[in-house]
């Protein structure tokens, strides 16, 4: 019975938000007034809902196994929730944005059908570990975005999306890399699968968001906009500086996605959206 009172107790380590954005009178190059920039923004948002939910179906696979640890096992549920939520966000993003003739919705279909072959193909503990490696990607991304990213972005609605996004990204970063060590401990035998995932993690959303950039960008008949073209690729070349040693610390022995502070860049990033959860 004490047992049973003790987990009562126990609450997650971060909230469940429910949030329901709405994006009415989106502008079209909603991200530094500019479609090379934009088209890359939406691409990205087009993994999002069929990618958490690949995620929350990873965690749930496993989540039986580590109900012993109560706090990892709330935190879970606080996962999923925020998971869900993210999906649900970019998806209406996605459907609202279907106002510019670009269809970004069609783009969730591809990331889906990638993801669902690799759920049937890989064992629990890959797909875990995939998702293990997007997070920590995720991770690395979202402090850029609440740093200085989203400072490009125009319109407040969209801002907003992607600055609470950020938050709860961060929140929650440690969750399923705390499950993998729960599981499968932290020796050799864990290592090897967990760097080798994360470089294949790397190639599959790098490939995908790119691959619909170019769609998107297409569509729009912007492909051969050189001056655009030229801002994006020195925005990009200065992000992965900056993303690559984080990227590297994954393949540390003793890494830990909590090894990095981030909770000033929160806090300013609430503010800026009155957040005050």
């Known amino acids: 019975m004490s047992q049973q009172n003790n ?53 749930r696979k496993l989540r039986s196994q580590v109900q012993h640890n109560q706090q990892l096992d709330k935190d879970i549920g606080a996962f999923i929730g925020q998971e869900s939520m993210h999906s649900k966000e970019h998806h209406a993003f996605h459907q609202s944005s279907q106002q510019h003739g670009l269809n970004p919705e069609s783009l969730e279909k591809i990331t889906g059908i990638t993801l669902k072959a690799i759920e049937k193909i890989f064992p629990d503990k890959w797909n875990l570990l995939l998702t293990v490696g997007v997070e920590h990607y995720t991770a690395v991304l979202v402090a850029y975005m609440m740093k200085d990213v989203n400072q490009l972005m125009t319109d407040e609605t969209i801002r907003n999306l992607w ?63 050189v001056r655009s073209w030229a801002k994006f690729l020195k925005f990009g070349f200065d992000s992965y ?12 022995y003793d890494f830990h996605p909590n090894d990095f502070d981030e909770s000033a860049l929160v806090e300013r990033s609430k503010a800026k959206i009155a957040l005050k959860s």
């Open 7 to 59: 987990y009562s107790r126990t609450s997650a380590s971060f909230p469940v938000r429910r949030m329901d954005y709405q994006f009415t009178h989106l502008p079209k190059y909603w991200c530094a007034n500019d479609p090379i920039y934009t088209h890359f923004f939406t691409a990205l948002s087009t993994l999002f809902p069929e990618g958490e939910a690949y995620f929350v179906r990873s965690v």
């Open 163 to 225: 600055l609470w996004h950020s938050i709860e990204e961060t929140e929650h970063k440690a969750v399923a890399y705390d499950l993998y060590q729960e599981l499968y401990g932290n020796k050799l035998d864990a290592y090897i699968p967990r760097v080798a995932l994360f470089s294949l993690s790397l190639v599959i959303i790098t490939l995908l968001t790119h691959i619909s950039q170019l769609v998107l960008i297409k569509r729009d008949k912007q492909l051969l906009n």
């Open 241 to 252: 500086r900056i993303f690559t040693p984080r990227f590297i610390d994954f393949f540390r």
